[in-house]
């Protein structure tokens, strides 16, 4: 008897369609839009990301939704003009975090300066969102953002995050100034298309619980010599976890080979640059001490 998957046709074809406009860069610009030309490198649009978040989910709401994703994801951002402001209120716009138990006391203070822009379930809206959102190249120090699934919050705390890890890479700016937009365009398609790992959308037998992916969420910060991209794990491997740790390694290899770009035993560490390395939450938190694995 042959297995048959229990995603939903359109959500296989929503992992499509990310997939080919990534590779065919038929992603849509506005060819009036200028105002982040004239900005000095660092500097940002006073308050951007409140102020457009009605025209946000105004441009989504007029969208008809024809590629639903397996799941809805939620964007955050924050940045130094953001930290410690009273953004005016919309419906797009997170308020306050209460502790909850997904949730603990401990992520509160930090994520007070976290916004919630969004959350969007299909291909039109992500589209709709990344049209009318700023460019990595054109954040500021300090600023990130946070693509995470719709129950996740992005905080190690969070308990589908407690116990997993992250892939990243660090790029220095002055040599990846140019490529980091697509970088990181190809790490959210990568994402919500659900092929950092493929369990979601590979055939699986009927019965039984429902896979659990094994992303949480992607991150992207820009520093002021350099940018990072990062993958968040709802797992990391112990060293008994062969399993585990081989399921890990293919999410690193496809973020370094068929999302970055790079071949597969290039070496990138280097100024201001490391290899695509993968630690987990609970070993970052040594300082450096943690064991890593690179891909």
Do not use: C
């Not at 007029?62 to 809805?72: A, E, F, G, V």
């Not at 990072?228 to 973020?255: C, M, N, V």
């Amino acid at each position: 008897m042959t297995s048959t998957s229990t995603l939903p046709a359109a959500a296989l074809n929503a992992a499509r369609a990310a997939l080919t406009v990534a590779i065919n860069d038929n992603a849509v610009e506005d060819p009036k839009d200028d105002s982040q030309d004239n900005l000095e490198d660092g500097e940002i649009q006073e308050l951007d990301m409140a102020a457009h978040a009605e025209e946000i989910r105004t441009d989504i709401l007029i969208t008809m939704k024809q590629h639903p994703l397996y799941s809805t994801w939620t964007l955050w951002f924050d940045s130094p003009n953001t930290k410690n402001r009273n953004l005016p209120q919309t419906p797009s716009v997170a308020t306050p975090f209460p502790a909850t138990p997904a949730t603990p006391v401990a992520a509160i203070g930090w994520m007070e300066d976290i916004k919630k822009v969004i959350n969007f379930d299909s291909v039109e809206e992500f589209w709709g969102l990344y049209n009318n959102t700023i460019p990595p190249s054109k954040l500021p120090a300090k600023a990130n953002y946070y693509l995470f699934k719709d129950d996740i919050i992005p905080a190690w705390e969070d308990d589908a995050n407690k116990n997993g890890g992250k892939w990243s890479i660090q790029l220095p700016k002055d040599k990846n100034k140019k490529v980091i937009d697509t970088m990181w365009l190809y790490t959210m398609l990568a994402a919500i298309g659900e092929t950092f790992d493929p369990i979601l959308t590979q055939p699986h037998p009927p019965s039984g619980p429902a896979p659990e992916g094994l992303i949480t969420g992607v991150v992207f910060s820009s520093r002021l010599q350099f940018y990072r991209i990062s993958i968040w794990t709802r797992l990391a491997p112990q060293q008994e976890d062969d399993g585990l740790r081989q399921r890990i390694e293919a999410i690193g290899k496809h973020f370094k080979i068929q999302v970055l770009g790079f071949g597969e035993g290039q070496k990138l560490g280097g100024p201001l640059a490391t290899e695509v390395e993968f630690m987990s939450h609970k070993d970052s938190e040594k300082k450096g001490k943690g064991k890593k694995i690179i891909v």
